[in-house]
């Protein structure tokens, strides 16, 4: 998995602006990066987004923006409580709209 996304470089002018390549094992088109619609490989995806939930060592489920989750009895309903805080790059918050808008 790791070889599908290879960093080809990192640059950094007198603005501080960081730039990252990437080399994707296809083309997927940047213009759609809503998250219902972007098909893409899936490390391109923790490049973009950060998930609710993050993979461990030997696949342990941590926390990711939810700092804690619940299951229910028949698991099928699962209960997410996002950290505070947070906010996305444009400055708007990270809240419970945000998340369902994403998995809409």
């Known amino acids: 998995m790791c070889a599908s996304l290879l960093l080809t470089g990192c640059t950094h002018d007198q603005h501080q602006h960081k730039e ?3 080399s994707l094992v ?3 088109n940047p213009s759609q990066l809503d998250a219902q619609a972007f098909d893409v490989p899936m490390p391109v995806y923790s490049a973009i987004y ?5 993979y461990g060592e030997n696949g342990k489920i941590e926390p990711g923006l939810a700092k804690s989750w619940e299951v229910s009895n028949n698991g099928k309903d699962y209960t997410f409580h996002l950290k505070h805080n ?9 809240n419970a709209k945000a998340v369902k808008f994403s998995y809409g």
């Open 50 to 54: 950060q998930p609710l939930v993050t």
């Open 20 to 22: 990252v390549k990437v």
């Open 26 to 28: 296809r083309e997927f």
């Open 86 to 94: 947070i906010k996305f790059n444009d400055g708007s918050t990270f």
